[in-house]
């Protein structure tokens, strides 16, 4: 700037000399600009002096809307459910489908009826399972389940649990007297009166405790094996059963009556085992009422939950092991509504393993050694995206939740959503008779086990398959 004492000619010029190069600066482009207010800068700094200056901004792309991608498991590639797309464009949004799904959740009583671990009002904190006999048919009458109680005969027998425990006893007492009851009548009768004063169940529980041991029936081969209190096997001896079904062939020569064979080795009904485990195994369940158990928790939100979360569906699928206990989890996969893989984890069991049950879960001894979690740190982490109005999924779901340890109540089960009248309750389609007649896909067809993403993928495929039945949406 010139000093105040210049001659005011030269201010002049030199206004004018300014002028003209801000007319020379907005006629060049930015590019060609040598002024040294843009010498030596970058393009990322001349970009910033450019919006600085009021330039006119780049054209910019729009960003493309988010596409769910692909999913590889196992080596297999999953694309994303075409359903899901379908019946987004009819629902507008994810929380009104979910809101949709509401619809088929399977209600109370029957989650009780079905073994779904619950917890009655009668016994605040404390959860419960019912299981019935597998002798107690059930019908369904006017869209509900019911139960046919078997009739009573007053004549029957008593019937104690373990029965083979008081005959040895009972076969050990009356030889020890045997000498005494034949020489007399007299003998007979004290023999009568004390017995009579000692029921059968008394001297049953006695023998129990004293023992210390328990029955459990092998759900392969329906065989009674008897464990200590501390978790052992008394019960030493391998279990010869087929792991096949049993079904109903229909052949062109006419027969008595039907004829069925195991898929795994087709022999009859009355063959012998075609596979040997090294003992015997139970589910963890028995018949009747199972309670109070431990270690069941709530799904709850650790967190508060977004509105745009509230509405939610995931499906589930759990892969167990055998131990001493029953059934323990040893993988648990999650799916969203989407196909997307939002939770997978292999898990150890708390008891030492009887039988890993490969053929069926895929699991093996090396996947539970490095990595796996225990059950109550997938918990906290099931807790961190579920909360108590979140939609399960699954085929069967009542067994996944024993495993996983969890109450919760609002469940859809595939299995109960496509019962047909002529398949009643207790007996249920399987998942990949489901998948073949209604999705035409054939899944567990490997020979290493389930794979929980597929199992649970198609069990989310089932229920959008559903939705667009009722809405007689085309799904091909």
Same mark, same amino acid.
């Given at each position: 700037?010139?000093?105040?004492?210049?001659?005011?000619?030269?201010?002049?010029?030199?206004?004018?000399?300014?002028?003209?190069?801000?007319?020379?600066?907005?006629?060049?482009?930015?590019?060609?600009?040598?002024?040294?207010?843009?010498?030596?800068?970058?393009?990322?700094?001349?970009?910033?002096?450019?919006?600085?200056?009021?330039?006119?901004?780049?054209?910019?792309?729009?960003?493309?809307?988010?596409?769910?991608?692909?999913?590889?498991?196992?080596?297999?590639?999953?694309?994303?459910?075409?359903?899901?797309?379908?019946?987004?464009?009819?629902?507008?949004?994810?929380?009104? #489908?979910?809101?949709?799904?509401?619809?088929?959740?399977?209600?109370?009583?029957?989650?009780?009826?079905?073994?779904?671990?619950?917890?009655?009002?009668?016994?605040?904190?404390?959860?419960?399972?019912?299981?019935?006999?597998?002798?107690?048919?059930?019908?369904?009458?006017?869209?509900?389940?019911?139960?046919?109680?078997?009739?009573?005969?007053?004549?029957?027998?008593?019937?104690?649990?373990?029965?083979?425990?008081?005959?040895?006893?009972?076969?050990?007492?009356?030889?020890? @007297?045997?000498?005494?009851? /034949?020489?007399?009548?007299?003998? /007979?009768?004290?023999?009568?009166?004390?017995?009579? /004063?000692?029921?059968?169940?008394?001297?049953?529980?006695?023998?129990?405790?004293?023992?210390?041991?328990?029955?459990?029936?092998?759900?392969?081969?329906?065989?009674?094996?008897?464990?200590?209190?501390?978790?052992?096997?008394?019960?030493?001896?391998?279990?010869?059963?087929?792991?096949?079904? #049993?079904?109903?062939?229909?052949?062109?020569?006419?027969?008595?009556?039907?004829?069925?064979?195991?898929?795994?080795?087709?022999?009859?009904?009355?063959?012998?085992?075609?596979?040997?485990?090294?003992?015997?195994?139970?589910?963890?369940?028995?018949?009747?009422?199972?309670?109070?158990?431990?270690?069941?928790?709530?799904?709850?939100?650790?967190?508060?939950?977004?509105?745009?979360?509230?509405?939610?569906?995931?499906?589930?699928?759990?892969?167990?092991?055998?131990?001493?206990?029953?059934?323990?989890?040893?993988?648990?996969?999650?799916?969203?509504?989407?196909?997307?893989?939002?939770?997978?984890?292999?898990?150890?069991?708390?008891?030492?393993?009887?039988?890993?049950?490969?053929?069926?879960? @895929?699991?093996?001894?090396?996947?539970?050694?490095?990595?796996?979690?225990? #059950?109550?740190?997938?918990?906290?982490?099931?807790?961190?995206?579920?909360?108590?109005?979140?939609?399960?999924? @699954?085929?069967?779901?009542?067994?996944?939740?024993?495993?996983?340890?969890?109450?919760?109540?609002?469940?859809?089960?595939?299995?109960?959503?496509?019962?047909?009248?002529?398949?009643?309750?207790?007996?249920?389609?399987?998942?990949?008779?489901?998948?073949?007649?209604?999705?035409?896909?054939?899944?567990?067809?490997?020979?290493?086990?389930?794979?929980?993403?597929?199992?649970?993928?198609?069990?989310?495929?089932?229920?959008?398959?559903?939705?667009?039945?009722?809405? @007689? #949406?085309?799904?091909?």
């Amino acid at each position: 700037e010139p000093d105040s004492g210049d001659d005011p000619g030269l201010e002049t010029n030199s206004s004018c000399g300014s002028s003209s190069d801000s007319n020379r600066d907005t006629s060049l482009p930015s590019s060609a600009n040598s002024s040294p207010r843009t010498k030596g800068l970058s393009r990322r700094q001349r970009k910033n002096r450019r919006r600085d200056d009021h330039s006119p901004p780049d054209n910019k792309k729009k960003p493309k809307p988010k596409r769910t991608k692909a999913v590889v498991v196992n080596h297999k590639v999953f694309e994303p459910i075409n359903l899901y797309g379908r019946l987004l464009t009819s629902f507008t949004s994810e929380q009104r #489908l979910a809101m949709y799904l509401r619809n088929y959740t399977v209600k109370h009583p029957l989650l009780i009826a079905l073994g779904y671990p619950v917890e009655f009002p009668d016994f605040p904190g404390q959860t419960y399972i019912v299981k019935d006999s597998p002798k107690m048919p059930w019908y369904k009458c006017k869209g509900t389940y019911h139960t046919i109680k078997s009739r009573l005969d007053a004549n029957a027998r008593e019937f104690v649990p373990g029965s083979e425990y008081y005959d040895y006893k009972s076969d050990h007492d009356s030889g020890q @007297g045997s000498g005494n009851s /034949s020489d007399s009548s007299e003998g /007979s009768d004290d023999s009568l009166s004390s017995s009579s /004063s000692r029921s059968k169940s008394d001297r049953y529980l006695e023998y129990i405790d004293n023992q210390a041991c328990q029955t459990r029936s092998c759900v392969r081969c329906d065989k009674n094996f008897h464990i200590t209190a501390k978790n052992t096997y008394l019960t030493k001896e391998k279990c010869t059963y087929h792991w096949g079904k #049993l079904q109903r062939v229909i052949t062109p020569v006419k027969h008595n009556g039907p004829l069925y064979q195991y898929m795994c080795c087709q022999g009859s009904s009355t063959s012998p085992g075609c596979t040997t485990g090294r003992c015997h195994v139970w589910n963890g369940v028995k018949s009747g009422f199972n309670g109070p158990l431990e270690g069941f928790v709530y799904i709850h939100s650790r967190k508060p939950v977004p509105l745009e979360e509230y509405h939610r569906a995931y499906a589930l699928d759990c892969e167990m092991c055998y131990t001493v206990e029953g059934l323990e989890l040893a993988k648990v996969t999650v799916v969203g509504m989407d196909g997307r893989l939002v939770y997978d984890t292999f898990v150890k069991p708390a008891n030492d393993v009887v039988d890993y049950n490969t053929r069926f879960s @895929g699991i093996t001894a090396k996947d539970l050694k490095n990595g796996a979690k225990t #059950l109550k740190e997938v918990q906290k982490d099931l807790m961190e995206f579920l909360h108590a109005n979140t939609l399960l999924i @699954g085929h069967g779901l009542e067994n996944d939740l024993r495993a996983l340890k969890i109450i919760h109540n609002d469940c859809i089960d595939t299995s109960i959503l496509f019962q047909s009248q002529t398949n009643v309750l207790p007996k249920r389609h399987s998942l990949k008779y489901l998948s073949a007649c209604l999705l035409n896909k054939e899944i567990q067809c490997g020979s290493n086990g389930h794979n929980s993403y597929e199992d649970a993928r198609t069990a989310m495929e089932l229920v959008l398959y559903r939705v667009c039945m009722d809405f @007689g #949406l085309h799904s091909n």
